[in-house]
């Protein structure tokens, strides 16, 4: 019998480790410490939870490496975009899911497969035997986290992650705001009018920045202390930045026109994504935030439209725990002191549920292949993938590691003329590499099996 492939983890990674090491034909365990213990971000027992948002960011495939991503992951089979795909809803140029369908199917996927099975236990140590993935993600609880850190001899890594409060839909007065995806993005109707968007004046701007600044922040515990990924900072962060910072940012007016008052540009604009199925639900988005919860409501209810909104989900904030992934790992995603241990996921620096999931895609594959006996080519740094996992497993400075979303600044570079039509050519040219060669590689992939 092929030796069993445990897998710490149920997340985005572990799930997707598990669905491709199984159909590789090995046997996995899924170790999942929830529901019997739980984090401060998770509310279900659900296996690929998503906690922060419920989008997967842009599925454009041509001219964006996190839609390049996308294509990736749905040419090797992924169960995590497969359900998202079945559970998206309209999001503009995004790929956005019903964040509870989208769990429940990925859970009843990959509990259904023969070859898994999950273990509803807490791991709180590095086995020196048999083959294992950690894909603890973030969170990692902290018996293992010292483990981590003790075997890596250095303190563990970390940055602090917020999380977007979520508002009902039947709350937001729609005589101040309006539905439209920016630009019109989108192929329909629906997709078209994907986002809730609530208008502010200059006034009503200062105002909101002058309260976000003033309101009462959640304390960090004493001795606590890591970074902000840029990424995914809090709103009152980037308001300490500078005044301006959220205009540009999540509050940016441009490409929208409030049908209210047609001839009147607005000053700021807060969206609001929709985050289920029924449209009962939005986020707020880019709205990360560590206020307290009563600071929260009296700095949203200054938002247009939002004055009476009743909140499904507060925002917080939350510390996340990742290796020093250039040191520690070593091509093949394998601890180096522990050849029988890999890791995969956001614990290894990537930044994102796709980078997530893709990181355990490639970790499965790459157990599965070596459980079996065979010789599995290296991924292509001209691919996503391939260049992801290449930054995390020696292509980053260690001395300034720090979480990354997949960008083309990872690629091989290509030569193009400057400026945006150049930028858009020179990506048509990233993406259709990276297809080419992708493609070539799950073909030599599949033959060698």
Known sequence: MTETLHIIGGGMAGSEAAWQAANAGVPVVIHEMRPKVGTFAHRTGSLAEMVCSNSFRSDDDEQNAVGLLHWEMRTANGIIMRMADAHALPAGGAL??????????VTDA???????SVAEEEVTDLPRDG???VA?????????AAAIAAEAGQDALAFFDAIAPIVHADTIDMSRAWRQSRYDKGATEEERTAYINCPMDREQYEAFIDALLAAEKTEFKPGETAGYFDGCLPIEVMAERGRETLRHG???PVGLTNPHQPDVKAHAVVQLRRDNALGTLYNIVGFQTKMKYGAQKAVFAMIPGLENASFARLGGIHRNTFINSPTLLDHRMRLKSRSNIRFA??????EGYVESAAMGLLAGRMAAAEMLGHDLPSVPQTTAMGALVNHITGGADAKTFQPMNVNFGLFPPVDARGGRRGRMVRYKI????AKADWTDWLGVRQAAE
């Open 430 to 433: 990233y993406t259709d590499r």
């Open 250 to 252: 999540p509050m940016k």
């Open 345 to 350: 996921g956001q614990i290894t620096g990537v």
């Open 131 to 133: 083959q294992w993935i």
């Open 110 to 116: 990959v509990r259904a497969h023969p070859l898994i």
């Open 136 to 144: 603890t993600g973030p969170l990692t609880g902290s018996a293992l």
């Open 96 to 105: 956005a899911v019903d964040r509870d369908a989208f769990a429940a199917a």
